[in-house]
């Protein structure tokens, strides 16, 4: 028995599953359009400690092509879906050759996919009665869609990121690749509960399965004392769906010293985004560190006095395990993974999405109460130790054998 697993990016959770698939010999091989040395600078070098090149089949040749374009900012050739070296003709290139592998193939029995990349391999998957199964990583396309046309209307004064704009064609492939899935798994309740809105006649099979983190070797507990300035921290771009805007409303309530530091890629011309971001990221009190290595965010995770995420939506929200893992109370809200980690007030704090009201009530509190934070610090530690790589790993090992 046989397992093939695609996807075109490489991340923590991809590399635990294509580790567990090589140990329990069941992987066939492993798909991908993502090349290590493009993102060295930035990634966690931990996502290759299980990956064996060997069972590796890379696609690569438009990715190589789209980091040219990048490069020297040939916008023509990959900015708008259509095109040639576009990130959704990349995921088009690797399902298509993946459907042709799995044709003459006759040992696989599973393929494990995820979204974007799914639709033809699935349906040769159908046709040879292979079992599908669809690693769904973000909230479903028409939930996203609604809450930033809600957006829209409640922020006139901020336009979304190009990174937020989905085409009508990659969410008819969504709706295409969820009909074909014999099993979905999600991250968190958020997501699963996101997809009461797919319309297909038979219920989806929603297995939710969270993600783990890598656990500190020794015990950190947030002891950081409020000296000159509350330090906040958000790691994200600085976009609608991730809420900056309300983070921003929730800074400007704030009677007390603070200061923020944002980690994340920036947009070129924040001012197209808004003229309250330009601004925001003139302020003396923010300071923009740009795209950090994982490293580093849990370094700065380490001498913050609290994480503010208030994101719209999330598939999970892999930095909210990684607050709680670092001992820093966090303020998310309950379209994320944040709902299946924290109980609200005892190891850190969920709000409604665009309740700036509640979070500068919560901010006040933690800034005003140090016994309280310490008390918010050593049950966020407590709740990340119950959510491990190798629990991840056991609980995707045990679904793939009920498959079988």
Request: with cysteine; net charge positive; aromatic share 12%.
């Given at each position: 028995m046989k397992i093939l697993i695609s996807t075109p990016n490489i991340n923590l959770n991809i590399s635990k599953v294509v580790g567990l698939l090589k140990k329990l010999n069941y992987l066939d091989s492993f798909w991908t359009?993502?090349?290590?040395?493009?993102?060295?600078?930035?990634?966690?070098?931990?996502?290759?400690?299980?990956?064996?090149?060997?069972?590796?089949?890379?696609?690569?040749?438009?990715?190589?092509?789209?980091?040219?374009?990048?490069?020297?900012?040939?916008?023509?050739?990959?900015?708008?879906?259509?095109?040639?070296?576009?990130?959704d003709s990349i995921n088009k290139d690797l399902d298509l050759k993946i459907a042709k592998y799995i044709k003459k193939n006759n040992k696989i029995k599973i393929i494990y996919s995820y979204e974007d990349c799914s639709k033809e391999s699935f349906k040769v998957a159908k046709y040879k009665n292979i079992k599908t199964i669809y690693d769904l990583t973000s909230p479903y396309w028409l939930l996203r869609q609604n809450i930033l046309d809600q957006e829209?209307?409640?922020?006139?004064?901020?336009?979304?990121?190009?990174?937020?704009?989905?085409?009508?064609?990659?969410?008819?492939?969504?709706?295409?690749?969820?009909?074909?899935?014999?099993?979905?798994?999600?991250?968190?309740?958020?997501?699963?509960?996101?997809?009461?809105?797919?319309?297909?006649?038979?219920?989806?099979?929603?297995?939710?399965?969270?993600?783990?983190?890598?656990?500190?070797?020794?015990?950190?507990i947030n002891l950081r004392k409020v000296n000159e300035k509350f330090k906040i921290f958000f790691a994200g771009r600085p976009t609608i769906s991730k809420g900056i805007h309300y983070?921003?409303?929730?800074?400007?309530?704030?009677?007390?010293?603070?200061?923020?530091?944002?980690?994340?890629?920036?947009?070129?011309?924040?001012?197209e985004i808004s003229k309250k971001l330009h601004s925001f990221f003139k302020d003396d009190r923010c300071k923009f560190l740009g795209q950090i290595?994982?490293?580093?965010?849990?370094?700065?995770?380490?001498?913050?006095?609290?994480f503010l995420f208030p994101s719209l939506f999330e598939g999970f929200g892999q930095v909210i395990l990684e607050s709680l893992s670092s001992s820093l109370p966090i303020v998310t809200t309950e379209n994320t993974g944040g709902m299946d980690l924290i109980e609200n007030g005892k190891n850190s704090f969920i709000t409604p999405i665009r309740d700036e009201k509640n979070t500068v009530e919560i901010l006040n509190k933690l800034y005003l109460d140090e016994e309280y934070r310490r008390h918010i610090s050593e049950n966020s530690f407590l709740t990340a130790k119950k959510f491990t790589w190798e629990k991840y790993q056991n609980e995707i090992k045990s679904y793939i054998k009920n498959i079988l």
């Amino acid at each position: 028995m046989k397992i093939l697993i695609s996807t075109p990016n490489i991340n923590l959770n991809i590399s635990k599953v294509v580790g567990l698939l090589k140990k329990l010999n069941y992987l066939d091989s492993f798909w991908t359009t993502f090349f290590l040395p493009f993102k060295v600078k930035f990634i966690n070098k931990s996502y290759y400690k299980e990956i064996n090149l060997k069972s590796v089949r890379f696609v690569l040749f438009k990715e190589l092509m789209r980091r040219i374009c990048l490069f020297f900012n040939l916008k023509k050739f990959y900015s708008r879906d259509e095109n040639i070296f576009s990130i959704d003709s990349i995921n088009k290139d690797l399902d298509l050759k993946i459907a042709k592998y799995i044709k003459k193939n006759n040992k696989i029995k599973i393929i494990y996919s995820y979204e974007d990349c799914s639709k033809e391999s699935f349906k040769v998957a159908k046709y040879k009665n292979i079992k599908t199964i669809y690693d769904l990583t973000s909230p479903y396309w028409l939930l996203r869609q609604n809450i930033l046309d809600q957006e829209k209307k409640l922020q006139p004064d901020w336009n979304l990121s190009s990174t937020e704009i989905m085409s009508e064609s990659k969410c008819i492939i969504k709706d295409e690749e969820l009909n074909l899935s014999d099993k979905v798994i999600v991250a968190s309740s958020f997501t699963a509960k996101s997809l009461s809105l797919f319309n297909k006649k038979n219920q989806l099979n929603i297995k939710i399965i969270p993600y783990g983190i890598d656990l500190p070797k020794t015990k950190i507990i947030n002891l950081r004392k409020v000296n000159e300035k509350f330090k906040i921290f958000f790691a994200g771009r600085p976009t609608i769906s991730k809420g900056i805007h309300y983070l921003i409303k929730s800074l400007s309530q704030l009677d007390f010293p603070w200061e923020v530091e944002i980690a994340g890629s920036i947009p070129e011309k924040p001012v197209e985004i808004s003229k309250k971001l330009h601004s925001f990221f003139k302020d003396d009190r923010c300071k923009f560190l740009g795209q950090i290595s994982n490293k580093d965010v849990l370094k700065k995770m380490q001498n913050s006095h609290v994480f503010l995420f208030p994101s719209l939506f999330e598939g999970f929200g892999q930095v909210i395990l990684e607050s709680l893992s670092s001992s820093l109370p966090i303020v998310t809200t309950e379209n994320t993974g944040g709902m299946d980690l924290i109980e609200n007030g005892k190891n850190s704090f969920i709000t409604p999405i665009r309740d700036e009201k509640n979070t500068v009530e919560i901010l006040n509190k933690l800034y005003l109460d140090e016994e309280y934070r310490r008390h918010i610090s050593e049950n966020s530690f407590l709740t990340a130790k119950k959510f491990t790589w190798e629990k991840y790993q056991n609980e995707i090992k045990s679904y793939i054998k009920n498959i079988l």
